[in-house]
C-alpha cells in the first residue's frame, strides 16, 4: 500500500489531520477504523468510480453515489523542531519514520501563531514560510549525516576491482527507499569525484538532497486557514511549490458530525449540509466553516492527500475484474478493487499487484469497458476497468 507522512513542527496540526484522516465515513459501513498502531493508520484517496460510466452505482462499500476511495497508509510523524538532526527534540526517531513514506506532507500553521519550536504565540508573528523549508532541510541534513558515517566503507570497496560507484551507493540508500534507478538518475545530475576519497562534504550533501527530493516528494498543508491572516494564506500559494490550504479542524468537525448523522458530508466535498439537530454554538462554528470552504473549495484534507498521490507520486486508479461485462469478481461484487499504480504501468503490472505469484502465468487483458484485448504493452489510464486472464487458479 502507498504511504503517505504527515511532517510539521509541534502544533501545527498534524494530529487533527491525522485523526480527521483516518476516521471512517458513516455511510462507508462495516468499514473498520483501522489503525495499524498509534500513529499509522489507513486513510483514503478519492476519485470518480468506473461505475459513474454505467447506470448504476456500483454499491461497493468505498464507493459513495460514484465517489470511490481507495485506501492509502497515513504516518504521524510527532512534531519536528530546527536541530532535529542533531536529536534535538527527540528528532532522530521521527526523521527515521520518514524514511518509510511514498511522499510527505508538510504541514505548516498558517497562523503564524507558533514559532519555530512550535510554541504559541500571537497570532501572525511567526513567518510560516519559515516553517517550510526546514523540513526539507532536516531531511537532507539528516540523510547526508548517514552517508558521511558510512563513507568509509564505500571508500573500502572502492579499493577492490570492479568497484562500481551506483552500486555502492544503491547499497546505502536503499533503506531510505531510494532505487538503483533513483541513484543513478542522482549521480548524473551531480558533479563529483570518480573516486570516494575526493569526496568532500558538500558533495555528500549534493546527494542527499539529491536522493530526497526525488524519493521523498513534498506538498504543503497549510492549515489552520479558518483562523489565518488571508496575507499568509497568499503568501505561502504565491510560492513556487505545492501548497494546499486547509483546515484539518473543519475536517474532523465535518467527519465527526457526519458519524454522527447530523451533517450529509462526503470527504472531499466542497459543501456540507446540516441534517440534524444541533446546538446553537456548534452551528455557528460550522456557520464559519461553510464560509472558509466557499473560499477555498473545501476544507483541503482531502484534496491534499489526493494530490500527493495523483499529483505528486503520479498514480492511477486501476480496478482488475473477472467479469468482463458485469465488472464482477468470482462472487458478483461490482468493481471490487482498486489498484494504484504509478502512470505507465500496464495490464501485466495490474497482474503482479493482484496476483503477487502470476509467474509467466498472464496470458492477455480485456479492457472491460469496449471488451477490447489490449496489449501487454498499454498503458493504463485513471479509472480502466481490466480483466486478466491468466492461467493461474
Ligand atoms: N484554528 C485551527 N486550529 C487547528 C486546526 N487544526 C489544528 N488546530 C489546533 O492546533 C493545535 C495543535 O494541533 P495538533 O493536531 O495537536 O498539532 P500537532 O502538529 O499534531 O502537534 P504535535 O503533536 O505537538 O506535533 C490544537 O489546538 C488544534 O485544535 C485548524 O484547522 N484550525
Not at 267 to 289: H, I, K, N, W, Y
Request: with cysteine; charged share 25%; glycine share 8%.
Amino acid at each position: 500500500m502507498l504511504s503517505l507522512a504527515l511532517a510539521g513542527k509541534p502544533n501545527a496540526g498534524k494530529s487533527t489531520f491525522y485523526t480527521a484522516a483516518t476516521m471512517a465515513d458513516v455511510d462507508v459501513a462495516n468499514y473498520p477504523f483501522t489503525t495499524i498502531d498509534a500513529n499509522r493508520g489507513v486513510t483514503h484517496v478519492r476519485t470518480d468510480c468506473p461505475c459513474l460510466e454505467r447506470d448504476e452505482r456500483c454499491g461497493h462499500e468505498h464507493c459513495h453515489d460514484g465517489k470511490r476511495y481507495v485506501p492509502v497508509e497515513l504516518l504521524d510523524v510527532a512534531g519536528l523542531v530546527p536541530g532535529a538532526h542533531e536529536g534535538k527534540g527527540l528528532g532522530n526517531q521521527f526523521l527515521d519514520e520518514l524514511t518509510n513514506a511514498d511522499a510527505i506532507l508538510n504541514v505548516v500553521d498558517a497562523t503564524g501563531g507558533t514559532n519555530a519550536e512550535g510554541e504559541p504565540v500571537e497570532i501572525g508573528s511567526h513567518d510560516p514560510l519559515e516553517d517550510i523549508d526546514f523540513i526539507e532541510r532536516e531531511m537532507d541534513l539528516w540523510l547526508a549525516g548517514i552517508i558521511d558515517r558510512n563513507w568509509e566503507t564505500v571508500e573500502r570497496q572502492s579499493r577492490s576491482p570492479g568497484f562500481d560507484m551506483d552500486d555502492a551507493l544503491t547499497d546505502l540508500l536503499t533503506g531510505f527507499g531510494a532505487t538503483e534507478h533513483d541513484v543513478a538518475a542522482c549521480l548524473r545530475e551531480l558533479d563529483y569525484p570518480e573516486s570516494p576519497m575526493a569526496w568532500e562534504d558538500d558533495h555528500r550533501e549534493a546527494l542527499a538532497t539529491r536522493v530526497r527530493e526525488r524519493t521523498k516528494p513534498i506538498v504543503v498543508v497549510a492549515n489552520k486557514i479558518d483562523a489565518a491572516p488571508a496575507e499568509n494564506v497568499e503568501a505561502l500559494r504565491a510560492l513556487d511549490k505545492p501548497v494546499i490550504p486547509a483546515t484539518a479542524q473543519g475536517e474532523l468537525a465535518l467527519r465527526r458530525g457526519a458519524d454522527a448523522g447530523a451533517i450529509d458530508y462526503d470527504p472531499g466535498d466542497s459543501t456540507f449540509e446540516v441534517v440534524g439537530e444541533l446546538p446553537d454554538d456548534q452551528r455557528a462554528l460550522l456557520d464559519a466553516l461553510s464560509d472558509t470552504m466557499d473560499e477555498y473549495g473545501g476544507t483541503g484534507v482531502q484534496r491534499a492527500l489526493d494530490y500527493a498521490v495523483y499529483d505528486l507520486l503520479d498514480h492511477i486508479t486501476a480496478y482488475p475484474v473477472q467479469d468482463a461485462s458485469k465488472w464482477t469478481d468470482g462472487q458478483g461484487n461490482v468493481l471490487p478493487d482498486a489498484h494504484l499504480l504509478p502512470r505507465g504501468s500496464t495490464p501485466v503490472d495490474l497482474a503482479y499487484a493482484v496476483h503477487s505469484d502470476i509467474g509467466d502465468g498472464y496470458l492477455h487483458a480485456v479492457d472491460a469497458k469496449t471488451s477490447m484485448e489490449v496489449s501487454d504493452a498499454y498503458e493504463l489510464e485513471e479509472g480502466d476497468v481490466v480483466k486478466i486472464v491468466s492461467t493461474a487458479k
